[in-house]
């Protein structure tokens, strides 16, 4: 109990990157169904911890761009964007063209991130919803 409270003390952005972290390691759990174990596990890693990446990238972007005018954290924001979808892109590439890593493994890496996300937001909304009751 007492390490759900100190869980839940962390900020949202740290308790997304460590539930992101962990539903990586929940997927690669599906490696075994697969034809090629390591390899989608490698690919759930390599996603996954591009994801995670990727994610604390945009944190430290809007972070920074709070404390800029808004016309230069306009500009900021939209070459950070430019450059993480370019960085995805060589990601994604470099996932097809290694034999090491499957790409399915990877596609579902990448959206780690996004499952913590929803996670998180069903489980404070069911939150709120018993906090009314």
Do not use: H
Request: proline share 2%; aromatic share 10%.
């Amino acid at each position: 109990m007492k390490t759900i409270q100190s869980f839940n003390k962390l900020s949202l952005e740290t308790r997304i990157m460590i539930e992101s972290g962990l539903v990586s390691l929940g997927l690669m759990l599906f490696s075994f169904l697969t034809k090629d174990p390591l390899a989608f596990a490698l690919g759930v890693l390599f996603g996954g911890a591009y994801s995670i990446l990727n994610f604390r990238l945009m944190q430290l972007t809007f972070d920074k761009a709070m404390k800029m005018p808004s016309a230069r954290a306009q500009k900021y924001v939209q070459t950070r964007y430019f450059l993480r979808y370019l960085i995805t892109g060589v990601v994604i590439y470099v996932a097809i063209i290694n034999p090491w890593v499957n790409i399915i493994g990877v596609l579902l890496g990448l959206v780690a991130v996004k499952i913590s996300v929803l996670i998180n937001t069903t489980v404070s909304k069911k939150n709120v919803l018993i906090n009314e009751a």
